[in-house]
């Protein structure tokens, strides 16, 4: 019997511990990234850099019309090329690997990210398709 509670005590702590990361990673994805819905995301879209991070055949598939690819599996040798005073506009297919990307752009000096609410998944709006 004392071998289940030392079990039970070890489980709960992973649990404790586990729910503490996650806690941590959600508020360290909301402090580095605003979201913005799809009409707020159509707004200021043409003044920004906007940035698809999925795959390139994903991208390839159809993307945000005006877009271009930075693959998150790239991007953090291809991140230097995102200019650094200019907003970016990141998104990917729900919103996962953007959230990851704009973390990633946050801790080396970028300030003014946002990402699309939903990703490319939910996207109504203009898209292109290269054959």
């Known amino acids: 019997m004392n071998i289940n509670v030392i079990l039970n005590a070890v489980l709960l702590v992973v649990v404790i511990i586990w729910g ?3 806690l ?13 819905t799809e009409e707020e995301f159509k707004k200021e879209m043409r003044r920004v850099q906007l940035i698809d991070v999925r795959e390139k055949s994903d991208f390839d598939a159809g993307h945000i019309l005006g877009a271009r690819n930075i693959p998150y599996s790239l991007f953090k040798t291809r991140m230097v090329e995102i200019r650094k005073d200019q907003p970016v506009y990141l998104y990917d297919h729900n919103k996962t690997l953007s959230s990851r990307a704009a973390v990633k752009l946050h801790k080396i000096g970028y300030t003014e990210l946002y990402r699309l609410k939903g990703g490319f998944r939910d996207w109504t709006g203009k898209t292109k398709k290269h054959k």
């Open 20 to 22: 503490g990361y996650e």
């Open 24 to 36: 941590f990673q959600y508020f360290n994805r909301k402090r580095a990234s605003v979201e913005l």
